[in-house]
């Protein structure tokens, strides 16, 4: 069982930054593709980037690209979203997702990710 707890979301105005982290309870977290979606008021849940454990490779949604940078810390079983640029349109529950153990693919869709945290709220103001 993988447990995710995220944090770092607050109010922030536009064209500011803020930086989410995501700690995972699991000891052997350098084996899951970590993933972060979104999801504001009446919308579905949306991808917004992952970081896979095989190739440490990253990809984002066109929608943050060039804005927003994930990363990880594979020695402190934590998943850090850089979020610049914030436009209000980013505002959104955010939250963090580990894949199934050792899982390959493109891993953009929820339905691909076993485990989620509880989310935090990201709010940007015009």
């Known amino acids: 069982q993988v447990q995710l707890v995220e944090s770092g979301g607050g109010l922030v105005q536009a064209g500011g930054s803020l930086r989410l982290s995501c700690a995972a309870s699991v000891r052997t977290f350098s084996s899951y593709t970590m993933g972060w979606f979104r999801q504001a008021p009446g919308k579905e849940r949306e991808f917004v980037g992952n970081?896979?454990?095989?190739?440490?490779?990253?990809y984002y949604a066109d929608s943050v690209k060039g804005r927003f940078t994930i990363s990880r810390d594979n020695a402190k079983n934590t998943m850090y979203l850089q979020m610049n640029n914030l436009k209000p349109e980013d505002s959104a529950v955010y939250y963090c997702?580990?894949?199934?153990?050792?899982?390959?693919?493109?891993?953009?869709?929820?339905?691909?990710?076993?485990?989620w945290g509880q989310g935090t709220q990201v709010t940007v103001s015009s």
């Open positions: 997702a580990a894949s199934g153990r050792y899982r390959i693919g493109v891993l953009r869709s929820s339905y691909e990710y076993d485990y």
């Open positions: 970081a896979k454990w095989n190739d440490f490779s990253t």
